[in-house]
């Protein structure tokens, strides 16, 4: 070819090098500059251009990487065949679309939400500050690949403490989370383990299993928790429950099923539990429940928990209690792991417990929520006549039944239209069964106590359910 022309914009924002490099790729692509063609000489073109020779050089070299030409020494540069080469002409529509957005609403009921306010920056600014100097500078390496030390014994005293778990800092396990934990945890057991869950249960626990191609078995539970003689009946190794505050009825394992839960798990070496212990912290009538691997004598539990209710969710600092049967398992499965908690957080966390300010932020926060929910409770007791709450005992969520002409769906809706977010049950159910009864979970710790009243109000009006009416012909 005798020489190229292209429309440069030398006072434009993109470079020269940069225009003039996709001037030719496009030309390549589109075959006006066809296969074995030499491309001008740096100086002729840069002669031709009124350019500079660097420019066009970096042009070329950029066209040489990605293979559109070929250089051959003292010749030239030469079009190299771009038939096999994969290309895929950028729809630059799909960049200027944003991404879909969590839906917000003015009131949200998410059983996830905690209370923000109540949080106590200024400690915990003031660990972060001690951290962050260069007396800590050796937590800028690799720590250990079970977490820090100092925090895997600040969790099993706690834990001993407060939940009667007894462990030692070798058995514990620290993770950004359940959904990072969890997956270790599957790959203890051989790939055709059945696995038992709740339901309804987690969704998200349900898809970690599915996505791990791992045979899944569900459960039922009622006010009582899981159902263990519907646990008999299949082939499941293991079983994952949250005993304490089954999500999402709220429902408290009884003492009955629980010792029938251990004697599953004792019938066979390849049984385990896997207890999830989610919020346990927060209990509003009698005393602490001891979690379900206090009353394990055999060894057959696997504990999990984490810091998501009690600090914060965005800490993302979680753990699991390893039986020691499983220990040499995971050593020797993980061998090659790396904690995934940065060490500053750990250290800041640690200290935080070390010193008491977990011990008397968890006191502090049982005021706050237990307030709340009676709060909540008293608020929806003026409801009775439609609305049934269960679930109570514990958690920072309750459990809504509705008597309503319209469907779970319809009132959803209804109410999100209103700017109010409601969780139905049925979004947690792991099968296709379905009820005729509307269930919400109705989750109450991020909302600040002083509106609570006001929240249901207009909740209960976008449903036009009266308090302490008698039942109308528009309600079931």
Not at 381 to 398: D, F, L, P, R, V
Not at 425 to 437: G, I, K, P, V
Request: charge should be neutral.
């Amino acid at each position: 070819m005798d020489m190229l022309l292209f429309q440069l914009e030398k006072t434009g924002e993109k470079p020269l090098y940069d225009q003039l490099y996709s001037g030719i790729k496009e030309a390549i692509i589109t075959k006006k500059i066809t296969v074995g063609e030499k491309l001008p000489s740096k100086r002729k073109l840069a002669d031709f251009l009124n350019i500079s020779q660097t420019t066009i050089e970096i042009a070329y070299a950029q066209l040489l990487a990605e293979g559109y030409i070929i250089s051959k020494s003292r010749v030239g540069y030469f079009v190299e065949d771009i038939d096999e080469l994969p290309y895929i002409q950028q729809d630059t529509s799909m960049l200027l679309k944003e991404q879909p957005r969590k839906k917000t609403y003015a009131i949200d009921f998410n059983p996830g939400s905690i209370d923000i306010d109540a949080f106590p920056f200024q400690t915990w600014r003031k660990y972060a500050k001690e951290l962050f100097d260069d007396a800590s500078k050796e937590l800028l390496l690799t720590g250990e690949p079970q977490g820090e030390l100092a925090l895997r014994t600040e969790i099993a005293n706690y834990l001993y403490q407060s939940r009667g778990v007894v462990c030692s800092p070798e058995q514990i396990v620290i993770g950004s989370g359940t959904e990072q934990l969890l997956p270790m945890i599957l790959r203890l057991f051989s790939e055709d383990t059945c696995f038992a869950l709740e339901n309804p249960g987690y969704p998200t626990v349900h898809r970690m299993f599915l996505q791990h191609k791992r045979q899944v078995c569900p459960i039922a539970v009622d006010d009582e928790g899981i159902l263990i003689h519907e646990l008999e009946k299949t082939t499941a190794n293991v079983v994952y429950i949250t005993p304490s505050h089954q999500f999402p009825t709220g429902a408290v394992l009884s003492a009955t099923r629980r010792a029938q839960a251990l004697n599953w798990a004792a019938q066979s070496p390849s049984r385990y539990i896997i207890e999830d212990d989610y919020d346990s912290e927060f209990r509003y009538t009698g005393k602490p429940i001891p979690a379900l691997q206090a009353l394990d004598r055999n060894e057959k539990v696997i504990y999990m928990s984490t810091f998501t209710k009690s600090l914060m969710p965005s800490l993302r600092v979680a753990y699991f209690v390893l039986p020691p049967k499983l220990l040499t398992t995971y050593n020797d499965v993980f061998n090659y792991y790396s904690s995934t908690v940065p060490r500053f957080d750990q250290h800041i966390v640690a200290n935080f417990m070390r010193d008491g300010h977990f011990s008397k932020h968890l006191n502090r926060m049982r005021k706050v929520y237990r307030k709340k929910h009676e709060k909540l409770t008293t608020i929806l007791e003026n409801y009775s006549t439609q609305i049934k709450i269960t679930g109570e005992q514990a958690g920072m969520h309750i459990l809504l039944n509705v008597q309503h002409e319209l469907s779970e769906q319809q009132l959803q809706h209804s109410a999100n239209d209103a700017g109010i977010g409601i969780y139905p049950l049925s979004a947690y159910r792991l099968d296709e069964n379905t009820t005729t009864q509307a269930q919400f979970l109705l989750g109450f710790g991020g909302i600040p106590v002083h509106k609570i009243e006001s929240s249901i109000e207009k909740l209960m009006n976008c449903w036009a359910i009266q308090t302490k009416q008698p039942s109308s012909s528009r309600f079931k």
